[in-house]
């Protein structure tokens, strides 16, 4: 037997084996389906609204700031640190570098209209990246103007819900190392996985159209909110002990690197929650991995992914009036 062929059979071995066990095949489907749909792409998609969208939304945080609390300095830095610290790594670079656009009117009217526009394309992306995962067809998903009432309610879920889950992050922060300080610790990083399951489902309910059940997307959003604390832990851990002292040598050149890759790495983490909810739900496993021969989820998963690309509007079928028929001519 030449080696080729002896390649050959191994890989259907596995594929087989595969197939027949469950705790393996879903994995593999969960992955199958994250090439299928180039998660990679679309999270380069989002990436890049997010980053377009950030620098506004934090302007007009830092404007709001100096008007409302023109008289609490202290207060309005920790407001803004506490804003800032979902951002582990780039957070206090952040911090220095964006500043108020003034107290005028006009000023503040500016930077509303920037951030609203910048971050309704942020949302747009969302709504257009998660649909195509779930295989839900143009024709069905939200149109104007539900669509643009979808977007910001998108943007507000996702604001409160940082800024609570900061908050109860927070709690736990310089009460010493007893026992006491520890058990606030886990229940306050208990709140804020609470907190943070709750705004990813609502993002992604108000995102995802309603043909998709809203009990569907329970393991995405429990699994991104542990993804977020995740995230934030690791970037805690690195600026501590690896960026210590980087911040001036690196810059601005180090800023924009690091947001992009920190905003790169959640639109990944989240991506996958959501792929491992289609998944699960749909039930598309198993997959072959060595096609052909395929499985009924292969076919199942091909035939969604094409119904997805139906732009063709729905209507209405209506019942044609039957012509009379005609006399025979004699």
Same mark, same amino acid.
């Given at each position: 037997?030449?080696?080729?062929?002896?390649?050959?059979?191994?890989?259907?071995?596995?594929?087989?084996?595969?197939?027949?066990?469950?705790?393996?095949?879903?994995?593999?489907?969960?992955?199958?389906?994250?090439?299928?749909?180039?998660?990679?792409?679309?999270?380069?998609?989002?990436?890049?609204?997010?980053?377009?969208?950030?620098?506004?939304?934090?302007?007009?945080?830092?404007?709001?700031?100096?008007?409302?609390?023109?008289?609490?300095? @202290? $207060?309005?830095?920790?407001? %803004?640190?506490?804003? +800032?610290?979902?951002?582990?790594? &780039?957070?206090? *670079?952040? =911090? /220095?570098?964006?500043?108020?656009?003034?107290?005028?009117?006009?000023?503040?009217?500016?930077?509303?209209?920037?951030?609203?526009?910048?971050?309704?394309?942020?949302?747009?992306?969302?709504?257009?990246?998660?649909?195509?995962?779930?295989?839900?067809?143009?024709?069905?998903?939200?149109?104007?103007?539900?669509?643009?009432?979808?977007?910001?309610?998108?943007?507000?879920?996702?604001?409160?819900?940082?800024?609570?889950?900061?908050?109860?992050?927070?709690?736990?922060?310089?009460?010493?190392?007893?026992?006491?300080?520890?058990?606030?610790?886990?229940?306050?990083?208990?709140? @804020? $996985?609470?907190?943070?399951? %709750?705004?990813?489902? +609502?993002?992604?309910?108000?995102? &995802?159209?309603? *043909?998709? =059940? /809203?009990?569907?997307?329970?393991?995405?959003?429990?699994?991104?909110?542990?993804?977020?604390?995740?995230?934030?832990?690791?970037?805690?851990?690195?600026?501590?002990?690896?960026?210590?002292?980087?911040?001036?040598?690196?810059?601005?050149?180090?800023?924009?690197?690091?947001?992009?890759?920190?905003?790169?790495?959640?639109?990944?983490?989240?991506?996958?929650?959501?792929?491992?909810?289609?998944?699960?739900?749909?039930?598309?496993?198993?997959?072959?991995?060595?096609?052909?021969?395929?499985?009924?989820?292969?076919?199942?998963?091909?035939?969604?992914?094409?119904?997805?690309?139906?732009?063709?509007?729905?209507?209405?079928?209506?019942?044609?009036?039957?012509?009379?028929?005609?006399?025979?001519?004699?």
């Amino acid at each position: 037997m030449s080696i080729g062929s002896r390649i050959k059979a191994l890989t259907r071995r596995f594929d087989d084996y595969q197939q027949r066990h469950r705790w393996l095949a879903f994995p593999l489907a969960v992955w199958r389906k994250l090439n299928d749909d180039q998660v990679g792409n679309l999270a380069a998609l989002l990436t890049f609204y997010a980053f377009v969208s950030l620098f506004p939304l934090l302007l007009l945080v830092v404007t709001i700031l100096g008007i409302a609390l023109r008289h609490d300095q @202290a $207060l309005q830095q920790w407001v %803004l640190k506490s804003a +800032l610290v979902d951002f582990p790594v &780039i957070g206090d *670079q952040l =911090r /220095g570098n964006i500043h108020a656009i003034g107290r005028s009117s006009a000023g503040l009217v500016i930077g509303l209209v920037g951030a609203l526009l910048g971050a309704r394309g942020l949302a747009n992306a969302a709504q257009d990246v998660l649909n195509r995962l779930w295989a839900v067809p143009y024709n069905r998903r939200p149109g104007f103007p539900s669509s643009w009432l979808r977007s910001y309610g998108f943007i507000g879920v996702v604001g409160v819900g940082m800024a609570a889950t900061t908050t109860a992050t927070d709690l736990g922060a310089g009460l010493g190392s007893g026992p006491l300080a520890v058990g606030v610790r886990v229940a306050a990083i208990l709140l @804020a $996985l609470v907190i943070g399951t %709750l705004t990813y489902w +609502l993002a992604l309910r108000l995102a &995802i159209a309603a *043909q998709v =059940r /809203g009990r569907d997307l329970w393991t995405g959003a429990v699994l991104g909110a542990v993804g977020w604390q995740v995230l934030q832990m690791i970037g805690g851990y690195y600026i501590t002990h690896q960026l210590r002292n980087s911040s001036s040598l690196y810059g601005t050149f180090g800023l924009v690197l690091g947001l992009i890759a920190w905003l790169y790495l959640q639109a990944r983490v989240t991506l996958y929650a959501v792929e491992v909810d289609v998944v699960r739900s749909r039930r598309l496993w198993p997959r072959s991995m060595f096609p052909p021969p395929t499985t009924p989820s292969d076919r199942e998963t091909w035939r969604s992914m094409m119904a997805a690309q139906d732009r063709a509007p729905t209507e209405e079928k209506t019942e044609e009036p039957e012509e009379p028929e005609k006399p025979e001519k004699r």
